[in-house]
């Protein structure tokens, strides 16, 4: 499953990304809706509340830097395979083609690790905001 998942994902990595990043785009949300003001403090375990949505983030943020790299290692082969075959063949112009996707392919990828960034210090921002309170995060100690 995860071979495939991948390789969808090299495919259309954008909206497969999109995808993964909801729980990154709900995070405000998510946090309104289960961790408590303090006057309704007393209702919901907040501590665990906040734990659990921690570790779902945690686990989300290290899928997709894991599913990105693992785009970039297949994309980078490919490109180096074709390097070859345009070594050994120059006026071949679908090989050049290709390179010149893949390699468009490969730089884009290697962006999303910067976006990736950007938007897990969004998120554990804001959940540490919340949070902060309730929890404290094993990355903060």
Do not use: W
């Not at 090989?95 to 938007?119: A, D, F, P």
């Amino acid at each position: 499953f995860k071979s495939y998942f991948y390789s969808k994902l090299c495919k259309e990595y954008s909206e497969v990304l999109k995808v993964m990043r909801t729980i990154d785009d709900r995070i405000v949300h998510a946090l309104n809706t289960t961790v408590p003001t303090a006057s309704f403090s007393g209702k919901v375990d907040a501590t665990q509340t906040c734990k659990e949505l921690y570790e779902s983030l945690m686990e989300a943020h290290l899928s997709r830097d894991k599913a990105i790299k693992s785009c970039i290692t297949e994309t980078s082969a490919v490109v180096g395979q074709l390097r070859e075959e345009r070594a050994k063949d120059g006026d071949n112009l679908s090989v050049i083609k290709q390179l010149r996707k893949e390699q468009t392919k490969l730089k884009l990828m290697q962006s999303e690790l910067n976006v990736e960034e950007v938007v897990n210090d969004r998120s554990l921002k804001v959940f540490n905001e919340r949070c902060r309170i309730h929890y404290t995060s094993p990355k903060i100690k």
